[in-house]
């Protein structure tokens, strides 16, 4: 089955992934609509971590075509997924506790001086700082030292820092691997802000989660992954919590495995 | 309502103090070291003489050196036990471009001496990333056995005299009262300073040693990146081995080793209050560990201690600037709890 939208800015066609003899992903079909939130659920091992990937360039899949705003991409790596503004959260942040939060947001894409000596060029810090400062004033994330190393950080403020990057950078696709799973209360709901900020600037987000209440309350769409395919959709609201947990587990057959049966 | 307020500010007020003393502890290897310079001039005055103070600086050039070059690879996370051997089988490589040549071979001896090292770097860096071996403890291990062999068997274990005047100059060699390794040590020191701190490529050393998945994910060319750090490691072995033969004036294969080599340059990295787990290190603070070991050295002499003893004040220092760190991260992890608390986002 496929699920689309119109003037979809991600289109994703019959993917299929294996390693070695597990597979993976077995011909996953869905778009994404600009500016929604779109959930990916399904149990542990359902495939969804897989597909995400595929999406962030951080796999290859073996077949199926994705289409990012009307064109075909085949990424090989993140940094080719990156520079079509697709840009990924992962679940451990990709951060680094030894730098600063301002290093951490240009981490792999520094501001050098001068641009011929490419590599070996010097860090336009002031530069980064003063970007960093102001992308996370815009956000509201209110890091005290964004000098400090991120050691000296609690989780809210390295996740909040993790998405902001993401943020500033994807100028397309966000995607979210279950941002608010190791946070407190008071932490994921700032970080539920960002979220909510992220889609009504325009960019579309993929939000991987295993909390129905978060989903609930931002996602648009849900779309539910088990063995490696979607086995349905649902608009997600509290009174369809129950069903969406049953499609997860399993306990419903999915839309896809009925159609096998026929 | 007023008494939450009130302690989130003395929370956040209780923070700043911890990073304070973040810093002081920071400063822990300045501070032992004045501490030491201290004391010894109090038992000996004649350690704060010119010509004493020449010494120290000659005798920790080569050391210093090292422990920059092992303080870029100590800073990816790695380790490279080949340097001692690597500024030994230098000196010997110099002697046999300088047989030939003669006292106007210089320049020729030191970039032979340099460019060894670079090879010897660049065959490390290769069998680490490219070859897949576990550990760089592993390769580094087999390069420091391959290259004392190599040097031993040119040298059949003898000391080689002679030098270049350029090599000997750069050894032992005197601008004013300023001895002239010690003048280099001071300009590599600058330059690799700006390369970890200020480029692009020494921040990529600092987030492979952070964190090598993360580097992954940001699209940082790792294995480059690593094998940059041995290569440079290895060219600062190699210019360890220009100062030293001009120090000795001539080749041994012998040397470099424990003291004056490599034990004593990993001991100023980790003094210097780097991580051996990578990801932090200043090239400032690797020199006062190098100047630590060379003051301990030469406190000792004076004293008419054994020079034995040296290496119990070395290990215990090591404990001492380790367990300042220890407590660091300690004092680091409590920040980060109140950061929590106070949740300030």
């Not at chain 1, 100028?171 to 709901?189: F, M, N, Q, W, Y």
């Not at chain 1, 600037?201 to 909390?211: D, R």
């Not at chain 2, 001039?41 to 600086?57: D, E, G, K, M, S």
């Amino acid at each position: 089955m496929s699920i689309q939208v119109d003037d979809p800015i991600l289109e994703v066609q019959g993917l299929y992934k294996s390693f070695g003899a597990v597979r993976a992903l077995g011909g996953i079909s869905f778009s994404l609509g600009r500016g929604e939130v779109l959930a990916v659920l399904g149990d542990n091992g359902a495939g969804k971590s897989t597909l995400v990937k595929c999406i962030a360039g951080t796999h290859v899949p073996d077949a199926g075509r994705i289409v990012v705003d009307g064109r075909e991409v085949s990424f090989r790596s993140p940094r080719e997924a990156r520079d079509r503004g697709v840009e990924m959260v992962y679940q451990d942040l990709a951060l680094f506790g030894n730098l600063s939060a301002a290093q951490n947001f240009y981490a792999g894409r520094e501001l050098v001086w001068p641009r011929w000596a490419g590599r070996a060029g010097f860090l336009r810090e002031r530069a980064m700082l003063a970007e960093t400062r102001a992308t996370l004033d815009r956000l509201g994330v209110g890091i005290p030292d964004i000098k400090a190393d991120l050691a000296q950080m609690s989780g809210g403020q390295r996740q909040a820092i993790a998405v902001a990057r993401a943020v500033t950078f994807a100028s397309k696709i966000v995607i979210l691997d279950e941002p608010t799973a190791a946070l407190g209360l008071r932490e994921g709901a700032r970080v539920h802000d960002l979220v909510r900020l992220l889609a009504d600037s325009g960019v579309s987000v993929i939000l991987i989660s295993h909390n129905m209440q978060e989903v609930t309350e931002l996602a648009d769409r849900a779309v539910v992954v088990r063995r490696g395919q979607i086995v349905g959709e649902e608009i997600p609201t509290p009174d369809n919590h129950a069903r969406i947990v049953s499609l997860i587990v399993g306990a419903i057959p999915g839309i896809t495995e009925k159609k096998e049966k026929r | 309502m007023d008494s939450a307020v009130l302690d989130r500010t003395s929370e956040q007020r209780r923070a700043r103090a911890l990073e304070v003393a973040l810093r002081v502890l920071g400063a822990g290897p300045v501070l032992i070291l004045v501490a030491l310079c201290i004391a010894i001039a109090i038992a000996r005055p004649v350690f704060f003489t010119v010509v004493n103070l020449q010494n120290v600086l000659l005798q920790s050039s080569a050391v210093a050196i090292l422990a920059i070059g092992s303080l870029v690879v100590i800073v990816t996370g790695g380790i490279d036990l080949s340097i001692g051997s690597t500024m030994a089988l230098a000196t010997v490589i110099g002697w046999l471009v300088f047989q030939p040549l003669g006292a106007s071979s210089g320049i020729l001896v030191v970039l032979a001496m340099i460019g060894l090292g670079l090879v010897v770097g660049l065959v490390n860096g290769l069998a680490y990333v490219l070859g897949r071996i576990p550990h760089p403890f592993i390769v580094t291990l087999a390069m420091l056995s391959i290259a004392q062999s190599i040097g031993t068997v040119i040298t059949h274990g003898q000391p080689l005299p002679g030098m270049p005047d350029l090599v000997n100059w750069l050894g032992r060699g005197f601008i004013g009262v300023i001895p002239v390794p010690a003048l280099l040590v001071a300009i590599v020191a600058i330059l690799a300073s700006l390369f970890l701190k200020r480029t692009q490529w020494g921040r990529w050393i600092f987030a492979v040693g952070g964190d090598t998945e993360a580097a992954k994910r940001m699209s940082i060319p790792v294995p480059g990146v690593l094998i940059s750090a041995y290569v440079i490691c290895g060219g600062m072995a190699g210019l360890a081995g220009v100062l030293l033969a001009g120090n000795i004036g001539g080749a041994s294969a012998t040397v470099g080793q424990s003291a004056g080599g490599l034990l004593d340059a990993i001991a100023a990295v980790i003094i210097g209050g780097a991580s051996i787990l990578g990801g932090r290190g200043t090239v400032f603070n690797c020199l006062i560990g190098a100047l630590l070991i060379g003051v301990i050295r030469n406190g000792l002499a004076l004293m008419g201690f054994s020079p034995f003893l040296q290496g119990l004040l070395v290990g215990t220092t090591i404990l001492l600037a380790v367990q300042l760190d220890v407590v660091r991260t300690m004092v680091e992890r409590r920040i980060r709890t109140i950061q929590a608390n106070v949740g300030a986002l």
